[in-house]
């Protein structure tokens, strides 16, 4: 059964940081984009991050790249989403989805990003993150 269960979420103050985690299981990172997206409240879900499981390549939106970074680690099969100096603005529930590298999808790069959230077949049940003072 291809799984993805996400972990790490919690309640943080204004300027803290989180690291969320994203498991697979049933199938391995080197054939997949791993995303992350997020849902606030009342919001519409937006992409957060990308990365390539095959060759590490990295994508974070524009709106937050300058505070969260996406990582893997291949030999545990896990990715990862750091975030700091967190804002009121970044409470959310937050998902990591896979889609194939094989699906001819330029996923991670320049222009194209994360893509579609319809480019994504493996979905976790999320994360909540929630920034409060």
């Known amino acids: 059964q291809l799984q993805l269960v996400e972990s790490g979420g919690g309640l943080v103050q204004p300027g803290g940081s989180l690291r969320l985690s994203c498991a697979a299981s049933g199938f391995t990172l080197d054939s997949y984009a791993i995303v992350w997206f997020r849902q606030g409240p009342g919001k519409e879900r937006e992409g957060v991050s990308c990365?390539?499981?095959?060759?590490?390549?990295?994508y974070v939106e524009n709106s937050v790249k300058d505070r969260f970074t996406t990582s893997r680690d291949n030999a545990k099969n896990m990715v990862y989403l750091h975030l700091k100096s967190l804002k009121l603005e970044d409470t959310a529930v937050y998902y990591c989805?896979?889609?194939?590298?094989?699906?001819?999808?330029?996923?991670?790069?320049?222009?194209?990003?994360?893509?579609?959230?319809?480019?994504?077949?493996?979905w976790g049940q999320g994360t909540q993150v929630t920034v409060s003072s």
């Open positions: 989805a896979a889609g194939s590298i094989f699906s001819g999808r330029p996923f991670c790069e320049g222009e194209y990003g994360l893509g579609p959230a319809r480019e994504y077949n493996i």
């Open positions: 990365i390539r499981g095959n060759d590490g390549t990295a």
